[in-house]
């Protein structure tokens, strides 16, 4: 009973907070100046509920509520962890969805990327990559069945994707991608490691592939189709994290991935 429970509050939070994601973004100066009164940024947050954004706050509260459920459910049945870490662990992993859905919402909505979310991001993963290599040394901490993480491996693949698209940056004179993807790629790697992030790499690639030969045909037009690239980053991230314990199996004997771990 008390899984349950724990996972319908679970849900219940990240719809909530999901709910609130668009307003955050849009009066993000009004909340930032309202630090002292709580009461007056809830009032902000869950104010201008038009009809024509119902729509995209229910999705974005349902998606993040079922990732907390997701989370949530693994951690509690399937980590080895005692219960008080598995507590911190889900707070923990919790707050950086959060942040990631956050990121991908204010570049949905505004086509920019804010850096003080990006480095809190970075600022969480590394600590708590850190911590897990006191922890673990060069081994790994099963978060749940299936989904291990190993710091060492975290930490290469975040200081690999920062340098391979620092190269891109710098060699294109930040024409095609910016500082801000500099810090997306280390976030990536940081979250996931080598493995993972090969996987999500794949599956941002194609998401935002097919979304944005959508946009362009009802558009009729290839070129000047501005798409924002952060959801699917996001996205990638998100699916590959969450579902690793799915895809692994996949990739290892139907794909031949055997490389993987």
């Not at 699917?232 to 690793?244: N, R």
Request: net charge positive.
């Amino acid at each position: 009973m008390m899984y349950y429970l724990f996972i319908a509050l679970s849900f219940a939070v990240g719809l909530l907070c999901g709910w609130a994601m668009r307003n955050a973004v849009v009066h993000e100066k009004k909340i930032l100046s309202q630090l002292k009164r709580p009461g007056r940024i809830l009032a902000i947050l869950y104010s201008e509920k038009h009809a024509k954004h119902v729509a995209f706050d229910l999705t974005v509260g349902t998606i993040l509520g079922l990732c907390f459920a997701q989370i949530s459910s693994q951690v509690w049945m399937y980590s080895d962890l005692p219960l008080a870490l598995k507590l911190v662990a889900i707070k923990v992993v919790g707050i950086i969805v959060l942040l990631l859905v956050y990121l991908a919402v204010y570049d949905l909505l505004t086509m920019e990327i804010p850096a003080a979310v990006s480095y809190l991001v970075l600022a969480i993963l590394i600590c708590a990559n850190a911590v897990l290599l006191v922890v673990a040394g060069t081994g790994s901490i099963t978060l749940w069945q299936g989904n291990e993480i190993w710091p060492l491996s975290s930490f290469a693949a975040g200081i690999t994707g920062a340098f391979l698209v620092g190269v891109i940056v710098v060699a294109t004179k930040e024409r095609g991608m910016g500082a801000g993807d500099i810090f997306l790629a280390a976030i990536l790697g940081l979250a996931l490691g080598l493995s993972k992030s090969f996987v999500a790499f794949y599956v941002t690639i194609l998401s935002a592939t097919a979304v944005g030969l959508v946009v362009a045909f009802r558009k009729g037009t290839l070129k000047n189709v501005p798409i924002p690239f952060v959801p699917f980053i996001v996205f990638g991230i998100l699916i590959t994290f969450l579902f690793w314990n799915l895809i692994l199996p996949f990739l290892q004997y139907s794909a031949g991935l055997s490389f993987l771990r």
